[in-house]
């Protein structure tokens, strides 16, 4: 089976991809390409695990006129490259995991006639996923209530990939990053990206954290790590870092995390069992974090906290809520029974299935 993989932008689009080709390669005879962007994280991220990798210059279309007028030359161009690729690599399909970048892809394995199929992680599709479910031939999503924003019928519930690849990635003991095996582990992360907004009003909380039986782990994502680092003032039980490579890893030793509701989020929640408070983008397209984070709070797997509402006197209080004895108890339970995503052998099922058909 030879598979084009394309994603692009935030790791949960990257990441939940990264899973389905380690999933297409643990079988022999296998071969994948990855497509993304030339300036954007997976540029970095997947060359540096000796992926096969192509870039190419791509940007989102935004209310700028003239750089839209540039970004349309620059799909085109694309698209063109694309095309190239296909001939070159003759994929039996091509698999798209969000970000503008899957467009030209799975557009140009349309024309040359490739089987096609893309992953929507959140409830609510984006753009670039409504548009593309107009022609692929199959459509793949993280929430069974997403079904009903396709008009296909081709439309299969797999969960997010990134769940099984958290689930099965190796535990970090918090003693290791220098916690207290006795007291409650807080990690405090806004996404791959980190976000200043969130950043600077965490900042009074933090300063003014002093539970001597809880730790906090403050990951501000790397552009707000040096001036944070140097001006926030905080107590011992504090630390701060740019980023953390296995975030999921040390997620099985936290008590409590603080995140963003992205895809990527909630899927490791569901994997790592941790109790969360969300709190989602209003930034992203049709304010799709939000109703993730519904979805987790209907369930009673998490709280919300709208990031209108974020201060420190409301954040302490769903802190409490979280550690009092019968809701822990509650919401823990709610996640050790949460249907565990079986994503990866789905996906990798029903690309074969796909191809079979011809």
Do not use: W
């Not at 003014?208 to 730790?215: A, I, R």
């Not at 107590?235 to 099985?252: C, Q, T």
């Not at 006197?313 to 029974?337: A, R, S, T, V, W």
């Amino acid at each position: 089976m030879k598979v084009i993989i394309t994603a692009g932008g935030t790791g949960g689009h990257i990441y939940p991809a990264l899973g389905v080709y380690e999933k297409i390669m643990s079988e022999k005879g296998n071969e994948c390409l990855y497509i993304g962007t030339t300036n954007r994280m997976e540029s970095e991220i997947v060359p540096k695990m000796n992926i096969p990798y192509e870039g190419v210059e791509i940007y989102g279309l935004g209310k700028n006129i003239f750089k839209n007028i540039k970004n349309i030359g620059c799909i085109i161009k694309s698209y063109k490259k694309c095309l190239k690729i296909m001939d070159e690599f003759k994929p039996d399909v091509v698999l798209g995991f969000g970000g503008y970048v899957s467009f030209p892809v799975l557009y140009a394995a349309k024309k040359r006639k490739i089987k096609t199929a893309f992953h929507e992680q959140n409830y609510i599709p984006g753009k670039t996923n409504k548009i593309l479910s107009k022609f692929v031939n199959k459509i793949f999503i993280s929430f069974d209530d997403s079904k009903k924003y396709f008009s296909k019928k081709d439309v299969v519930y797999t969960g997010n990939p990134s769940e099984e690849r958290a689930r099965n990635i190796e535990k970090i003991n918090k003693t290791s990053l220098g916690f207290d095996l006795n007291k409650k582990l807080i990690i405090i992360v806004m996404g791959s990206l980190g976000s200043s907004v969130i950043n600077e009003k965490l900042c009074d909380f933090l300063r003014n954290f002093n539970d001597s039986n809880k730790e906090i782990l403050f990951i501000t994502g790397k552009s707000s790590y040096k001036d944070l680092s140097n001006n926030l003032v905080v107590g011992d039980n504090i630390k701060i870092v740019p980023y953390l490579e296995n975030l999921p890893g040390l997620m099985k030793s936290a008590d409590l995390i603080i995140s963003r509701a992205g895809a990527g989020s909630i899927s490791e929640i569901k994997a790592t069992k941790v109790p969360a408070i969300l709190i989602p983008s209003p930034y992203v397209a049709n304010n799709h974090q939000y109703y993730n984070a519904l979805d987790m709070q209907n369930k009673n797997l998490s709280l919300i906290l709208e990031e209108k509402d974020l201060s420190k006197e409301n954040l302490n209080k769903l802190i409490d809520k979280i550690f009092d004895e019968n809701f822990n108890k509650n919401i823990k339970e709610n996640l050790n029974n949460c249907e565990s995503s079986n994503a990866l052998e789905i996906i990798s099922k029903e690309l074969k299935d796909l191809i079979k058909r011809g």
